[in-house]
């Protein structure tokens, strides 16, 4: 069964700091998502991306966050000066061109801890 | 405001029983709806999804769906310890994004 992979699965990082969160959604999907999730909260949206661009971002995706699709197979997600409050574990996603239909698969995560 | 609402439980069912859990949305524009299974500290999983008014059954698995009432359900029967969990409804609309509950913690007592 095809997989959504992401890496690391765990990242320590101090607050400040720029992190990478890497994924490799599944080859013949066409949309890419991030969502977190705060430890106890719910699954929250922050980017979905379509044709090499941005098509839905939430209000947490401030501009300390960036995506990018660097190759083609690669789906990043930049957090450029890392805070306390973004510890959570952050899921990549993606879906085909009928989502309505299918859902998403989501990929393992990775737990990002802030100290 | 696109709203997915579910009772954060804990909802405690005994071996064998029909664990019933429950969704509302606020959103009439939304056209499909999601039942992710998620263990704790893992990825949420797909168990179902339903875009059409009545039930929808897979295996141990109903979803019923009322667009009238903005309501969602997911019944388990014959409720195993392994489907102790916490189930994540999510609502879907032509937009690209899926709007998730905070989950019912469901616990099945051997």
């Known amino acids: 069964e095809p997989e959504v992979t992401q890496t690391p699965s765990h990242q320590v990082t101090q607050m400040g700091q720029e992190v990478i969160l890497r994924c490799v959604p599944i080859?013949?999907?066409?949309?890419f998502y991030w969502y977190r999730q705060i430890l106890g909260q719910k699954v929250e949206f922050l980017v979905s991306?379509?044709?090499?661009?941005?098509?839905?971002k939430s209000e947490i995706f401030d501009d300390q966050f960036s995506v990018e699709r660097p190759d083609g197979s690669n789906f990043t997600l930049k957090i450029r000066s890392t805070k306390l409050e973004d510890s959570a574990m952050y899921f990549c996603?993606?879906?085909?061109?009928?989502?309505?239909?299918?859902?998403?698969?989501f990929g393992s995560g990775t737990r990002l801890t802030v100290v | 405001q696109k709203e997915v609402e579910q009772n954060s439980g804990p909802l405690s069912v005994p071996e064998g029983a029909i664990a019933s859990l429950n969704c509302t949305y606020s959103d009439r524009g939304s056209q499909s709806f999601f039942w992710y299974r998620q263990y704790s500290g893992k990825s949420p999983e797909l168990i179902m999804f339903i875009y059409s008014n009545g039930d929808k059954e897979d295996g141990r698995f109903t979803a019923q769906l009322n667009k009238a009432s903005q309501y969602v359900s997911l019944l388990i029967r014959d409720s195993q310890p392994s489907d102790s969990a916490t189930y994540l409804c999510?609502?879907?609309?032509?937009?690209?994004?899926?709007?998730f509950g905070t989950g019912t913690s469901l616990t099945v007592i051997p």
């Open positions: 996603a993606s879906t085909g061109w009928d989502h309505l239909n299918y859902g998403y698969t």
């Open positions: 991306f379509y044709n090499n661009e941005i098509s839905e």
């Open positions: 999510a609502g879907g609309n032509t937009g690209n994004q899926f709007y």
């Open positions: 080859s013949n999907h066409l949309y």
